[in-house]
């Protein structure tokens, strides 16, 4: 199938698929909204460089969405706090920029659903995960390849070794980027010696003796970064510890033996909700869920997301996906809405649907 | 029976030398009019119309096959055609206009000389101003491009149509990329190229237009036109 069908009896299949998965994700209580195509500029960065790089900036302060999750929050924020039943669901285009070596149409479908509120969050992780899933089975395709991640383990793996917090937060900001984060954990344990012209305590006042200061990143900041390369190091013993964690790629249920054997007993109180979303999982969806994959380096690039995320693929094209994203509503609009949303690519969808059954 | 239509930057250094340039071939571009009427024609070769056209927008009509053949940098057709070698296939290069795109940095940021210390800088610069580190340029796309290969991230850039050095003194910019061709300008605006902060090298070059209509009677003036350049005059796959 070609990727927007927009006439004919692939435009009629295309609807009939949408209207579909729409109408279970109301019957399973979700409300139906029409996020705006067009929102502030100001929350693309909040995905990350990769949504950034992606999106189409209007150049009047608006942007057309790339994804939905910003815009729905938005939605939800305006409504307040008495808003009834955090839930909704949605369906429409989403606009990406293309460029050279990337041939994904500019403009594709997208169909989800996102839960905002507090209340058992191990829960509404696998509720989501289970509505997206099943919605994938209802429409015929079964056996879908799935991978899940936890960026807030990744977080907390962090929090338990001994580094400075410029490390920590040089660190955790790498996270979306597994080549630079290796890299980085590499470099970081020599120290940077400081440039030969540059020795002695003030090296501030060296910059500005010596330089023509224009800008807004000051002096302060560059003799900042010099003095912490030449004196802050990662240790060899944290740098291990971190890597070993981030090899960690194996079935779900495993997840807190291998992280136990890597952090020792440092992150239990994170492992315990980790075990209680596994109960979750086996309670909803049947005690298989236990070998579903799980890489610990795995994150999807959309930087808001904070908690547990998962994929579904079909032939390497991504079908459905999800995750957590609780400090989101934080930095919008300093409110307290930790949330999860899952989405469908019905295009996708359809195409794969073909292949199985053709 | 329509002419191969040739289009050529309507002004300036980069005209004078590409009209010398197809001198070389007895190929003969002669102004028409008055020095700012953009009209000329070309002699020595039968079956060439002139087309004068701003170099920034050569691309578009290249792309558009409104022009077979034009004369710009590959800057401006990389920057403007996602899929540019597929749409205009260069027939050569012309050996002047030589202008290489660089990110530079002020020369006080002594802890940022390569690409990987530039996004150190960046993640420091977002956490402590609460914005993303700016890049001025005018070539959006390629930069944007060379950065996330090479993973720089934690920048946004910011149109600069000209005077793009300035940005920095008055901060609307932190970094930018820019032209360079001998570096004084940014020598002069206490800038610094980083070592790895070369995206592109680039030169005046003649690219051929694929979705023109090319009918025989252009291909043959065009196979001439190689010959006396010596090029294959065999047009190759492309048209």
Redesign the interface.
């Known amino acids: 199938m070609s990727a927007l069908a927009r006439r004919g009896s692939e435009y009629r299949r295309l609807v009939d698929l949408s209207e579909t998965l729409l109408a279970g994700f109301e019957q399973a209580g979700y409300e139906r909204i029409d996020p705006p195509m067009l929102h502030d500029a100001a929350h693309v960065?909040l995905g990350?460089?990769?949504l950034?790089?992606l999106t189409y900036l209007m150049g009047n302060g608006l942007a057309l969405r790339s994804d939905f999750t910003v815009p729905v929050y938005l939605l939800h924020a305006e409504r307040g706090r008495d808003a009834g039943t955090p839930r909704y669901c949605y369906s429409g285009p989403v606009f990406r920029r293309?460029?050279?070596?990337n041939d994904r149409p500019t403009e594709y479908l997208q169909l989800g659903i996102e839960y905002f509120g507090s209340l058992r969050r191990e829960a509404a992780d696998v509720r989501i995960f289970a509505n997206i899933l099943s919605a994938l089975h209802r429409s015929g395709l079964t056996g879908v390849p799935v991978m899940t991640g936890d960026v807030g383990l990744f977080h907390a793996a962090l929090d338990t070794l001994d580094i400075s917090e410029r490390i920590r937060?040089?660190l955790r900001?790498l996270f979306?980027?597994p080549?630079?984060l290796r890299?980085q954990i590499e470099?970081m344990q020599s120290p940077v010696p400081l440039?030969a012209d540059?020795t002695g305590p003030d090296i501030e006042a060296q910059?500005r003796d010596?330089?023509?200061?224009?800008?807004?990143?000051t002096?302060a900041?560059?003799a900042?970064?010099?003095s912490a390369?030449a004196t802050d190091t990662l240790s060899a013993e944290a740098a291990n510890t971190l890597l070993a964690y981030l090899d960690i790629a194996c079935p779900i249920g495993e997840v807190p033996e291998r992280v136990r054997a890597v952090l020792g007993t440092r992150l239990d109180d994170v492992l315990t909700r980790f075990e209680d979303r596994l109960r979750e999982l086996r309670h909803r969806l049947g005690p298989e869920t236990a070998t579903l994959p799980f890489r610990a380096d795995f994150g999807r690039r959309h930087e808001y997301y904070d908690g547990f995320v998962f994929e579904m693929t079909h032939a390497d094209q991504i079908v459905a996906a999800g995750g957590r994203y609780d400090r989101l509503a934080q930095k919008v609009s300093d409110a307290d809405w930790p949330a999860i949303g899952g989405m469908i690519r019905p295009q996708i969808l359809l195409s794969a649907l073909d292949e199985v059954a053709p | 029976m329509s002419a191969l239509k040739l289009g050529l930057p309507s002004k300036g250094r980069l005209q004078q030398d590409a009209i010398d340039w197809f001198a070389k071939a007895d190929v003969t571009v002669a102004r028409t009019g008055s020095d700012r009427e953009y009209a000329g024609r070309v002699t020595g070769l039968d079956g060439i119309e002139l087309v004068l056209l701003s170099a920034s927008e050569i691309p578009r009509e290249l792309a558009a096959g409104r022009i077979h053949l034009g004369v710009t940098g590959e800057d401006l057709i990389q920057e403007k055609l996602a899929d540019w070698a597929a749409i205009t296939p260069k027939v050569t290069h012309m050996g002047f206009g030589f202008a290489d795109l660089i990110i530079a940095v002020p020369t006080s940021w002594a802890d940022v000389t390569t690409l990987r210390d530039l996004d150190d800088a960046a993640a420091q610069f977002h956490a402590n101003h609460g914005h993303r580190l700016r890049i001025a340029t005018k070539y959006h796309n390629l930069v944007r491009g060379f950065l996330s290969q090479h993973g720089v991230a934690d920048f946004e850039i910011v149109d600069s149509q000209g005077a793009t050095e300035g940005t920095i003194k008055n901060q609307t910019a932190e970094a930018i990329a820019d032209i360079t061709s001998s570096g004084a300008t940014l020598t002069a605006n206490h800038l610094r190229i980083l070592t790895d902060g070369e995206i592109l090298k680039s030169q005046a070059t003649l690219f051929a237009a694929r979705n023109a209509h090319w009918s025989q009677a252009n291909r043959e003036t065009f196979a001439t036109l190689r010959e006396r350049l010596g090029l294959s005059p065999d047009l190759g796959p492309d048209l």
């Open positions: 960065g990350g460089q990769t950034l790089d293309s460029g050279p070596g937060t040089r900001g979306w980027r080549e630079q890299a470099r440039p540059l910059l010596r330089h023509v200061i224009q800008g807004k990143r002096p900041e560059v900042e970064m010099l390369r």
